[in-house]
């Protein structure tokens, strides 16, 4: 621990001269010391203004807008549904009818109350496996660019093997071996998320462990492990965010293609993913069946990825201020 | 020894060793079913002589290294071992068709969304900020968002069930004959695979072309009095093709796991319609030949397109940083 003797030796002496150590520490480095751009105030403005300066464009509002309907949509669906998910209504690909506004899909259900009750698995899965991507590669990216040894080399060659697989192969080959179970699937995606998540946070923190705040820090010894999250992390609010974003419009798309080839939510689940292999046999005489939870993904994932837009635009946006100021 | 031949190398070198190790994961993860291989594969209706020809058959006995180098070395040699399904057909027999029709889909839907993606890329970088830069922009936002399957879906309601007729629908793929013979076929998934991966080179394009107009280079010739017909094709283009190159090989790339959705969805007889039914019969031989291949595929175009940059831009074929 020769790190922290010298660290409480400067301390010592530090008290002896009666100047603060952060004086001590500009006079070593021969200029004024610059302090971490998310204290106090800043930090709050990130994860508050951020989202509020991105409602400026008229980008996020659309999207917001957008996917806060499918989102009531999923949440209340099952409340109004007309019949259960699971009742037979009608006959096999019924056409639209009193009864079944939206006809009746390949089992003779009714295709409103399936919609209806279909969108809260592709919601939920899709973002707690964007949240597992996340926290997995923000942690991963923080320890492999705040570390300087082979622990940087060993993380960053393993995220490129797994770079080296398209997602969906990746996860089609982890569900070759355990089988379709859904905590897979969640596990899978995130997994497949976290490299280029990881890349990004790398890049900040490899930029940002050479400035007076981190340094600062360190010479007081504080662990290296606090550093990185509590003076690396508040600095990449922003970028994260975005990557957030994104990240939630990839998962959207993976889980639903995955529920598509079948290995998603099994029968009988009310699942759009699903609804659209289930039905597309029968698109030539009834397409709601299909058309309906396509157009529903579609609209989600559209409506995300405008948010993200807007978000990113907005990011942007506030370097240029803090760069003119 | 000179720095440019020493960087192709150690590229070289680590494509190589990650290969290597994914082949190790590739072969670890089919071998990681739990209990018994041979009946899990098989299912609970397995009959005891079924396992244990199935065991044989594997070479279960064997330690998990040998079987490993036996595979390995098998591959080398262009024997994949024999799919688990049905008759029992060699994999490489059985995918050797696929693959062509697999490249066959790619190669189209690279001609069909190449050319024109780099044209909208420039075009909107060149004209940043207008109404042109503006559609395009909001264009290749949708498109980027799509998962693949549901283009794939809207064009065929728009073009070949409810709207229009112009192209046949989904299900009339012949798989024992070749794709040659039934080119109509090829036209729906490749438009799909072009429309999904457009976006990602029109804003790459968009990004390198604005980096590059903002360039020194660029600001200096317009100093000097250039025309900006010279500006653009003397100075900005030569500079903004060494992105492309980068965008051609990650969009094949990108095609390479994009084609398992769409051949899904057009039931068309390539190597991903041939992954999912082999991960929904857990036929083992099928999916590690097809996962290491793909992952090959993946790993060569972004080492030709690493190699292919370092040759091109100035900067790095003269060792400068």
């Known amino acids: ?287 709601y069946s299909v058309f309906v939870p396509v157009t529903l993904i579609a609209i989600l994932a559209i409506g995300v990825n405008l948010v993200t837009d807007g978000v990113a635009h907005a990011m942007i946006g506030i370097d240029r201020d803090t760069g003119s100021a | 020894m000179p720095v440019l031949p020493k960087l192709i190398l150690r590229r070289l070198a680590l494509g190589l060793l990650t290969l290597m190790v994914i082949s190790v994961l590739v072969f670890a993860a089919t071998e990681a079913l739990p209990g018994d291989t041979a009946s899990q594969i098989l299912g609970k209706s397995a009959t005891p002589e079924r396992v244990e020809r199935l065991q044989d058959q594997l070479g279960l006995d064997r330690p998990l290294i040998v079987q490993y180098f036996s595979w390995a070395g098998g591959l080398l040699r262009g024997d994949a071992g024999h799919s688990l399904v049905g008759i029992e057909v060699p994999v490489t027999q059985l995918l050797g068709s696929k693959v062509v029709n697999s490249a066959v889909l790619m190669l189209v839907a690279a001609l069909m969304s190449i050319p024109v993606s780099l044209l909208l890329g420039s075009l909107s970088g060149r004209f940043r900020d207008g109404l042109f830069d503006a559609s395009v922009s909001l264009g290749s936002l949708t498109f980027a968002a799509l998962p693949t399957f549901v283009i794939g879906i809207a064009l065929i309601l728009l073009l070949a069930t409810q709207i229009l007729h112009v192209l046949p629908a989904v299900s009339r793929v012949q798989h024992s004959a070749s794709i040659w013979s039934q080119m109509e076929l090829l036209w729906l998934p490749a438009a799909t695979l072009a429309l999904a991966s457009a976006p990602f080179i029109v804003r790459m394009l968009r990004g390198s072309m604005i980096e590059v107009l903002e360039s020194d280079y660029v600001q200096m010739a317009r100093l000097k009095g250039a025309p900006e017909r010279i500006v653009l094709q003397r100075h900005a283009l030569p500079n903004a093709i060494i992105p492309v190159i980068q965008v051609i090989a990650l969009n094949l790339a990108w095609m390479a796991g994009g084609v398992v959705t769409v051949e899904y969805l057009f039931n068309y007889p390539g190597i991903g319609w041939a992954l999912v039914d082999a991960v929904a019969n857990r036929d083992v031989p099928v999916i590690q030949a097809i996962v290491l291949l793909v992952a090959a595929v993946y790993v060569t175009l972004n080492l030709i397109a690493d190699i292919l940059t370092i040759l091109i831009s100035p900067r790095l074929r003269t060792g400068l940083h």
């Open chain 1, 1 to 287: 621990m020769s790190a922290n003797d010298s660290v409480s030796a400067g301390e010592r002496r530090v008290d002896a001269l009666d100047v603060s150590p952060d004086e001590a520490l500009s006079e070593t480095l021969g200029h004024d010391l610059e302090p971490s751009p998310a204290r106090g105030k800043q930090r709050r403005r990130d994860w508050v203004q951020l989202p509020l300066d991105a409602l400026h464009y008229r980008v996020t509002q659309a999207g917001l807008a957008i996917s806060l309907f499918i989102v009531a949509m999923a949440v209340v669906g099952p409340y109004i549904a007309p019949y259960s998910p699971y009742e037979f209504v009608t006959a096999p690909y019924a056409k639209p009818s009193a009864t079944a506004w939206l006809g009746g899909d390949n089992l003779g259900r009714d295709v409103v109350s399936r919609v209806l009750c279909g969108g809260r698995t592709v919601l939920s899965l899709s973002f707690i496996a964007t949240a597992i991507g996340m926290i997995l590669g923000v942690v991963l990216g923080l320890v492999a660019g705040y570390a300087r040894t082979v622990i940087n080399e060993v993380i960053m060659r393993g995220l490129d093997v797994l770079l080296a697989f398209p997602q969906i192969v990746f996860v089609l080959l982890i569900i070759s071996v355990l089988g379709p179970q859904v905590w897979l699937l969640v596990l899978g995606v995130g997994v497949t998320l976290a490299p280029p998540i990881a890349r990004v946070v790398y890049g900040v923190t490899v930029e940002i462990k050479e400035r007076d705040f981190v340094m600062a820090a360190e010479s007081l010894g504080v662990s290296h492990l606090k550093i990185a999250f509590t003076e690396i992390l508040p600095n990449i609010v922003s970028p994260l965010m975005v990557e957030f974003g994104l990240n939630l419009t990839f998962a959207i798309g993976t889980i639903a293609s995955l529920s598509f080839l079948g290995f998603g939510m099994q029968p009988p689940a009310a699942d759009w993913g699903l609804m659209i292999n289930e039905n597309r046999v029968g698109l030539v005489i009834q397409p």
